[in-house]
DNA sequence: CAGATTATTGCGTGCCCCGCACTTTTGCTA
DNA sequence: TAGCAAAAGTGCGGGGCACGCAATAATCTG
């Protein structure tokens, strides 16, 4: 069972490959189809066609639409790991954290502006915006299990998973933000404001908050 | 239109006070059959017909049974608002926000153990959890309001809304833990740690993790 | 190449969500 | 208090979705 090298994919069987494929065509079609007419105009026989496979088919790989559109998110999960492992490991873990994050995002490019229209429309669909939560704390739990290998066995695990839910607060938030606010913010820098601001305990905020309540 | 009072509720009158009353009837007829038997042995008739009306009327007030279960999560909005209010002016903004956290998990009480199984069972249909992280992802919201409004006008927003964020990951994640282990865990004693944690920045995981990799 | 897996597909079913039109209830006002 | 406008409840019907099941086709293995 075990194979050749220490990568996670010994080259795949044809078998494996095909289903990877065409979860990845089903998922990259509901998407593109979503952004383009919107969930409600988007037929689960629309995205299945644009494949070449059975409306059937399409739910042997997922159990709904809004999954298939929200499955680039999962998709990220094992790119976050690597970015985390590739830190050098003398980095702190806030820094190696921050780092690997904005390494990925780096990586992935922002979304293109003429997109965000569309992608607010179709966030405003609650089950596509609930699933799309999902997909975050999917993420969130393998990045839990990447920060808890990194930071040893004697870290409390609690902690680890906490560490994660912060980082994918911020990336949501950031997210938020970029899609609601004008061309002139930017995803990744606030991004990383709020992660060295969740590093240091919030203390701008909080601050504020002092200075205001005793003048 | 303006009513006599400061309250923001002044006296409702009988028909919104009914219809209330019915969204509550059928948040709580959902959330109690959905453990009793399991939210897909569950069917919209039923919880309609549990609190007599028609089935059709059900749809009038929730768009989907899943959101009808996780009512309750958003129901508690308000009342976190109120508790961060109730909290002395001289509180640093942290403490205030964490008080208040507590105050509202104590007057709710532990949820019940006997229902821990059910819950978890629960929680497995992944569009009910999808929904109930929705349903987090409102509160959310309106506990960063509450932040922003105690940290006056000058706090940045984004920041308001990130600490709004941990509050609810710190929430979230003490949730789950206490679903998932022994009943020698509790709630709130988690969630507080959580909070503590987070709000100096993590500092025990990183400075474990500093140590690890550096012996 | 032959047999054993595994994926794809068609079909049928039950349920869900919602638009529409109609009835009933509620609240206001003359 | 009677009547009227607004709003809630309801029945009906349609479009669609998710999935179990069994048959078929593709792929792997020895």
Known sequence: MRMTSESVAPVLGLRERKKLAARQALGAAALRLALERGLD???????????????????NYFSSKEEAVCSFIVAQQERVREALRARPAHEPLWEAVINAAVDQASRDGSPRREDV???????????????????????????????????????????????????????????????????????????VDLLREASAGMPALTAAAASATAP
Chains 1, 2 share one sequence.
């Open 117 to 191: 229209r569309h992608m607010r429309d179709m966030l405003r669909n609650a089950g596509l915006f609930a699933e799309m939560l999902r997909a975050h704390a999917t993420v969130e739990r393998v990045l839990a299990e990447a920060v808890t290998e990194r930071a040893g066995g004697t870290a409390n695990p609690l902690h680890a998973r906490m560490l994660a839910g912060i980082v994918q607060s911020a990336s949501r938030i950031a997210f938020h933000t970029w899609l609601t606010s004008g061309p002139d913010v930017e995803f990744l820098p606030t991004f």
């Open 41 to 59: 105009q988007l037929r689960v026989e629309d995205i299945a066609s644009e494949v070449g496979v059975s409306p059937r088919t399409f739910n």
